[in-house]
């Protein structure tokens, strides 16, 4: 949509899209090794309790331009209070644009970083975003990262997700 932040339709087609494609030996390697994850601070959060802050970080990262994050959680449990940008996408003293969305009624948080006239794109592990989060009612809240990346040129790099983090409000 020009904005850099995409339904949840758009993200599921574009993984899709990306485990699917075929490409040449550099790429297969950037793609086993780009591995997004989330740490939360502990499996139990507690109401009133906090805040909390989860940092999302990638791992292996090679010539990644640009990044599209979407983390869906529970409404009903936890309230985001502030999406902050991570150090990583400015390695190398590179602009980057940080934009993200939330949509508190839904529970999900849209995150697009680019890297603004990019032709190496960033490597290793870093920080993407932190969201800092209140737990405001007891119940389950798992927190899944998707999205998508991009090398400089706009050549999709497939990112290897870790599992949920299960969090528990007490």
């Known amino acids: 949509s020009g904005?850099?932040?995409?339904?949840?339709?758009?993200?599921?087609?574009?993984?899709?899209?990306?485990?699917?494609?075929?490409?040449?030996?550099?790429?297969?390697?950037a793609r086993d090794r780009l591995?997004?994850?989330?740490?939360?601070?502990?499996?139990?959060?507690?109401?009133?309790?906090?805040?909390?802050?989860v940092p999302i970080?990638?791992?292996?990262?090679?010539?990644?331009?640009?990044?599209?994050?979407t983390v869906t959680y529970n409404p009903a449990v936890l309230r985001v209070r502030s999406v902050q940008e991570g150090t990583f996408m400015r390695a190398g003293g590179m602009n980057a644009t940080f934009t993200?969305?939330?949509?508190a009624n839904s529970g999900r948080i849209d995150i697009a970083i680019l890297r603004s006239g990019d032709t190496t794109g960033?490597?290793?592990s870093g920080v993407l975003a932190a969201l800092i989060f209140d737990a405001i009612a007891p119940g389950g809240?798992?927190?899944?990262?998707?999205?998508?990346?991009?090398?400089?040129?706009?050549a999709p790099l497939q990112l290897q997700f870790s599992a949920p983090a299960a969090v528990t409000v007490r």
Request: no cysteine; aromatic share 4%.
């Open 3 to 29: 904005t850099g932040i995409y339904h949840a339709a758009d993200v599921a087609q574009a993984v899709a899209t990306l485990r699917s494609s075929t490409s040449g030996p550099a790429d297969a390697v």
């Open 35 to 53: 591995k997004p994850f989330l740490s939360t601070p502990s499996t139990d959060f507690r109401v009133g309790a906090g805040p909390y802050t």
């Open 57 to 69: 970080s990638i791992t292996g990262a090679a010539r990644l331009s640009t990044v599209s994050l």
């Open 100 to 103: 993200q969305q939330v949509d």
């Open 122 to 124: 960033v490597a290793g």
């Open 141 to 154: 809240a798992n927190l899944i990262v998707t999205g998508t990346g991009t090398a400089p040129g706009g």
